[in-house]
C-alpha cells in the first residue's frame, strides 16, 4: 500500500465539489456534493450523542439500504435541534439534489455540521446544490474538502493505492474536524469512496472496526457533536472479484481503511481548536482494551493537564490524576511515564528526572506520552492536543 | 437555623490556627492544626480517585476507629504520588503533631494539598507544626482557613447555630476549592466541627449525604484530586442526648451540615479558577435521581458551554449536545431550557427568543440555567462557573 497525492476523487468513477452557497455569512465555500457514477455500496457511522441533527436522522435511515449514489453536506449551519422543520430540510435537501442529479433521493445521504438550533436556509441550500451540480469534477475532491471545513486551519484529505487480486485499488476520502471532537466522533464530518468490490455488511463492519481506531481516538475537547458522521461509497471499479468473506483480501481493504482514517485523524488532532501542540498518548499494560481506551480517553480530557502541556510543564501529577479518577482498574504503584524516551515515573514516584530534559520534549510541536500500567497486556493509542487562549478565544461565541 | 459570624472555632473547645512553615516559596501560611479539647466522634469522606496521596490513605485508615482530636495539613505540596516515603512523612507529620499535643499520634487526621509528586519537606513541616501548635487559639479559625487556601482567591468559612433539644448546637467549618474540582469531589480540603453530641456511625451517614448533595455538585473543571478530603469532629459539647437514631434531631443535624457544606461548595464555584460566572444548574423532570446528576455533571463539564458562557453568548446547542452526550435516557424533542426566568428552548427548539433577552442574563455574574427533560420526576442543582483565559493562565504551570 502506498499513500498518493488526492483525496476523494483519487477514486474512479467519483465525481466532486465544493461551492458558496450563501449559508456562511462570510461568503466562505460551504456546500458539498459527491456523486459516484453509479449506485455504490455504502456503509457509515453516526454520533452516538442521543441529540441527533436531523440529516444524521435522515442518514441512518437511508443508510440501511446499504446503497447509495450521493453524499450532500454543508457546513455554517448543523440543522441540529430544529424539530419537524429540521427533517423536512434534510429530506429536501436530498430531494434537490437526486432531481438535479436524475436519481432517487432515497439514494442521496445528507450531512450538516454548524451553529445547532438554526434553521436551514433553504433557498441558498437550494440554489447551493443547482451551482454545485453544474461543477460536479473528477478533480474536484480538494474544492469539496474545502467547503466542509468549519474553524479547521487546513483541509484533510487522504489517497492510498493498493493491490487486491492483482489489481490496483484506492481509498480516498475527506474530513473536518477542530473543535468540539471527542470519544464516540464529534462534529467530524468524513467522506470515503474505495473502488473496492465488498459486500456491505463487510464494508460496515470494516468502517466501524477503523472508525473505532481511529476517529474515535482523537480527543480535543471532551465535547461530543449531535452531527457526526462517517460515509463510505464502495463502486467496485476496482475490479476485483467481490469481497464476501473475511479473508486476506478483507484484510488488505481494512488495513487500507485504518490507515486512511488514522491519517484523518490525527490531521483533526493537530487542528485541534488552538492547539499548539500534537501528542500521541498511548497506553499499555491494561487489564483490557475497554481499560486502556477509557484512561487514554480520560486523560486526554482533562483540561488541568491540556493546560500544563500548553505551558510545557511536566505536570506528570495530572497524569496520575487523571488516571485515577477514569475508573480503570490499576495499582498506583505499578504506574511508568515515558514523554518521548525519556522516562518520568516509576512505579507510581518520579525517576528524578531533569526538568530540563522534560522541557525538551514538551517544547516540541509533536511527542509522545506512554503509560505502563504494568497489569495486563492491552494497549490503546490515542491522538489529542493542548488547550490554549486560543482555544477559549474560538469558543467564547 | 441561623448563620452567624464564624468558622470552625465558632465550635466551643475547638482550637486552630494557621502558620507559614515555609512549604509555600512565597512565604503564604502553608500549615493548618485543629484540635478538639477533648477526644471527639469523626467521621470523614474521601476522594474516589484510585490514585490517592499519602495523607487520604493514612487518614481512611484512621477514620476507621471513629474517633479523632487533631487535623494537621498543609498546602503547597499534596504528597501524592511519593510512595512509601509518602506514606512514612504523612504519618510522621501526625506523629510530631500528636507528640506536641501530648495525645495518641493514632489521633491526628493528616491532608494535604499542592503540587503532586514532591516529596515533603519535613523539616519545614516539624518546624511549622511546632510553631502552630504555640499559637492555637480558640478564635483562631481565620487564621486556619487563610492556609489551606491554593489559588483560591478568597477564604472559605461557614458556621452555624441551630436549637437542638432546646440546646443551642453549632456546626463551623472551612474548605479549600479553586481547581481540580469535579464530581466525587476535588482538590478540596473541608474541615468541619459541631458540638452535636452523636453516633459516629449517624455522623458519617450525615457527612456523606451533605458532602453528596453539595460538594459532589460543584463542577469547575471535571478534573478530580487525589487529595479530597472532607473531615467533620464532634465534640458534644452542646450538651443534647446523643443522637442515635434517624429521628428529628438527626434531620435537625443533617438540614445544618447541609446548609454549611452547601454554602461552601457555592463559595467554591464562585472561586472557580479564573471563573467569571456563577452558574447554579437545575436539572428537572429526569427519569431518575442518577440520570439528573450525571448530565448536570456532563453539561458542566463541557469546555465548549464553558467557553460560551464566558463569552456571554447563549449557545443552548451546546447545552442540548451535552446533555445528548451524557448517556441519560432522554427524549430530544422533549427538552425545555430556561436561562433565570427566561424560556429559551421549548421541545428541544428554540423558543425563538430575543437575543438581547438571553444576553441580559447571560451578562449577569450569577444566574441560573434549568433544563426540564420532561420525563420523570428526578431532579438535581449543580453548581458551576464559566472557563475563562485566565483558567488557562492559571494552569499553564
Not at 481503511?257 to 481548536?273: C, F, N, Q, R, V
Not at 525517576?351 to 506520552?369: H, M, P, Q, R, W
Request: net charge negative.
Amino acid at each position: 500500500m502506498k499513500e498518493i497525492e488526492g483525496g476523494i476523487t483519487s477514486v474512479s468513477g467519483i465525481r466532486a465539489t465544493g461551492v458558496a452557497s450563501g449559508i456562511k455569512a462570510t461568503g466562505a465555500k460551504d456546500l458539498v456534493l459527491i456523486v459516484c457514477d453509479e449506485i455504490a455500496t455504502s456503509a457509515g457511522t453516526f454520533t452516538s450523542n442521543k441529540v441527533k441533527s436531523a440529516p444524521v436522522l435522515v442518514s441512518m435511515e437511508r443508510i440501511k439500504s446499504g446503497k447509495a449514489q450521493a453524499v450532500v453536506a454543508n457546513s455554517g449551519n448543523a440543522n441540529a435541534c430544529t424539530g419537524e422543520q429540521g427533517l423536512n430540510d434534510a429530506r429536501r435537501m436530498a430531494e434537490i439534489a437526486g432531481n438535479e442529479l436524475k436519481i432517487s433521493s432515497e439514494l442521496v445521504l445528507v450531512a450538516s455540521t454548524g451553529k445547532i438550533g438554526r434553521t436551514m436556509p433553504m433557498d441558498k441550500v437550494e440554489s447551493g446544490i443547482k451551482l454545485a451540480v453544474s461543477q460536479l469534477s473528477y478533480t474536484g475532491g480538494h474544492e469539496a474538502a474545502q467547503a466542509i471545513m468549519t474553524t479547521d486551519t487546513f483541509q484533510k484529505e487522504v489517497a492510498v493505492e493498493f493491490d487486491i487480486q492483482g489489481k490496483k485499488a484506492h481509498i480516498g476520502g475527506m474530513v473536518k474536524g477542530a473543535g468540539m471532537i471527542n470519544p464516540n466522533m464529534a462534529t467530524m464530518l468524513c467522506f470515503m469512496a474505495t473502488d473496492v468490490s465488498i459486500d456491505q455488511s463487510l464494508l460496515q463492519e470494516a468502517l466501524k472496526t477503523a472508525v473505532d481506531r481511529s476517529f474515535n481516538m482523537v480527543c480535543i475537547d471532551g465535547d461530543m457533536s449531535t452531527n457526526d458522521t462517517v460515509i463510505i461509497l464502495a463502486n467496485g471499479k476496482a475490479g476485483n472479484d467481490k469481497i464476501n468473506q473475511h479473508n486476506d483480501d478483507y484484510n488488505i481493504f481494512l488495513d487500507a481503511l485504518t490507515y486512511s482514517t488514522t491519517k484523518l485523524a490525527k490531521m483533526i488532532a493537530k487542528d485541534g481548536e488552538g492547539a499548539t501542540k500534537f501528542i500521541e498518548l498511548q497506553i499499555k499494560g491494561a487489564k483490557t482494551e475497554q481499560d486502556a481506551r477509557i484512561s487514554a480517553h480520560a486523560i486526554s480530557r482533562s483540561p488541568l493537564l491540556k493546560c500544563a502541556l500548553f505551558g510545557e510543564d511536566p505536570n506528570w501529577g495530572r497524569i496520575m490524576s487523571s488516571l485515577g479518577s477514569s475508573g480503570i482498574e490499576m495499582d498506583q504503584n505499578a504506574v511508568d511515564i515515558w514523554l518521548d524516551d525519556l522516562k518520568i515515573v516509576e512505579n507510581g514516584v518520579t525517576t528524578g528526572f531533569k526538568e530540563e530534559s522534560a522541557k525538551d520534549v514538551l517544547k516540541k510541536a509533536e511527542y509522545n506520552i506512554t503509560i505502563d500500567l504494568k497489569i495486563g497486556n492491552a494497549n490503546a493509542t490515542l491522538w489529542t492536543c493542548d488547550l490554549s487562549y486560543d482555544y477559549v478565544k474560538i469558543n467564547v461565541v
